[in-house]
């Protein structure tokens, strides 16, 4: 999938928060291109349904529709980019990462559904004895989970410190309703190591509860 660049920068503004309408202006600043294309990049996504617009008084603003299949296939497409970047950027540590995404995927039976890094490690400044913060989502909760938190980091490498949280796709929607403090975070800095689909679809639904 080609994006043009200026339309790419455009979209990761509001992949950043998209449950925010931002100004054109703003928009601009943050995406850094002109004013003149961010109007007409928008424009063309309202009139494909992508985003809604708002105008107050003499200023417009912009969010996205997350209810809209094609915008949300656009950012599980630049959500896949980030981590490929991500692993180019950090070999040391991404190989360790995608072999203890895919034990915790096997040991759990398929049960953990999503996969997320968080914190300072998702920034790009893992250091040796950073700690590794991974939120898993499944289904319903269960408490076999700990004992595969626990095998999945032996067997790829004991000596480092992961830290997993796991939490339920009902929680996880809660969360972004409320738009608690660990969430914020979790906006923030993330790299989305399993399920890219199913991270934006249940933005989709955050976005339905929050609305």
Do not use: C
Request: aromatic share 10%.
């Amino acid at each position: 999938m080609l994006l043009p660049t200026r339309r790419k920068k455009i979209l990761e503004v509001f992949m950043a928060d998209p449950f925010h309408e931002v100004h054109l202006r703003e928009v601009a600043r943050m995406a850094q291109v002109s004013r003149g294309n961010v109007d007409l990049s928008l424009r063309q996504f309202v009139q494909e349904g992508m985003f809604k617009r708002r105008n107050v008084s003499n200023m417009t603003f912009f969010h996205p529709d997350l209810s809209n299949e094609r915008l949300l296939k656009l950012f599980e497409y630049l959500e896949v980019e980030k981590k490929e970047l991500f692993f180019k950027n950090s070999r040391k540590i991404a190989r360790l990462l995608r072999q203890y995404a895919e034990a915790l995927l096997n040991l759990s039976e398929m049960k953990i559904q999503m996969i997320i890094l968080f914190g300072s490690v998702a920034r790009g400044d893992w250091t040796k004895g950073s700690d590794i913060d991974i939120l898993t989502v499944s289904a319903e909760k269960s408490e076999e989970l700990s004992g595969v938190f626990s095998k999945a980091r032996k067997d790829v490498s004991p000596l480092l410190d992961i830290r997993p949280i796991g939490t339920t796709i009902d929680k996880f929607i809660a969360g972004l309703k409320n738009k608690s403090e660990f969430y914020e975070e979790l906006w923030r800095d993330r790299i989305v190591l399993y399920n890219e689909f199913l991270f934006w679809r249940l933005i989709g639904k955050g976005r339905e509860f929050s609305a």
